[in-house]
Structures are given as C-alpha cells and as structure tokens.
C-alpha cells in the first residue's frame, strides 16, 4: 500500500524546535512537490511549506524566517525544521506529495507550543 508515514511533533514551549518528517513507501518519480500543512479546529487546512523536485520553497508568510523545510529523493522524503515556536503554530501538521500520477497525504502529526 502506498503511503506516507510521518514522524516527530510533540510538545514543546515558546521558542522551542521541533522537526517533522516525512517518508513515502515508494519512489515519486519527478516532477512533484512535497508540502506541509496543518489545521486547527474549525479551520481548514494551511498550506505552511512547500518544495518542489527542482529545488523551489516556498512559505506562508506567518513561519517565514522560523521553519525550513527540506527533503530527499531517494528515499522520497520531506522534513519540517521549525524553530523560534509560537503557540499559534499549535495544530495537526500533514505532509503531502503530489506528482502527476499520485497525491498522497501523512497521517497527521500533532504540535503543541505551551505558552
């Protein structure tokens, strides 16, 4: 089954770090473009960071400066480094791999940033 399992999230206070990641099952072939999302109750999901296979990212403005993201291609992997953590950033995060032939999403992840 083709899937994508992520890993890492948890607790952590203001101005902590946390990193996200990401693995698919299988090998995407180019070109595609991995992302991060994350939700909070009541509101859809945000499009937080995205990379594209030849290198292009992108950010929402309100993490710019505070999370980088990256990834691998063999395996298909994508990371989220987030520092400097607010609790606004508090959410379910999800990765997200979209090609021309598939799209696929993570299970969810959950980050906490105490006050």
């Known amino acids: 089954q083709v899937q994508l399992v992520e890993s890492g999230g948890g607790l952590v206070q203001t101005g902590g770090s946390l990193t996200l990641a990401c693995a698919a099952s299988?090998?995407?072939?180019?070109?595609?473009?991995m992302g991060w999302y994350r939700q909070v109750p009541g509101k859809s999901r945000e499009l937080v960071a995205s990379l594209t296979s030849d290198g292009t990212d992108e950010y929402v403005d309100s993490v710019k400066g505070r999370f980088t993201i990256s990834g691998d291609n063999v395996p298909n992997s994508v990371f989220l480094q987030m520092d400097s953590l607010k609790p606004e950033d508090t959410a379910v995060y999800y990765c997200n791999f979209k090609s021309l032939a598939i799209e696929l999403w993570g299970q969810g992840a959950q980050v906490t940033v105490s006050s």
């Open positions: 299988v090998v995407i072939d180019r070109p595609y473009a």
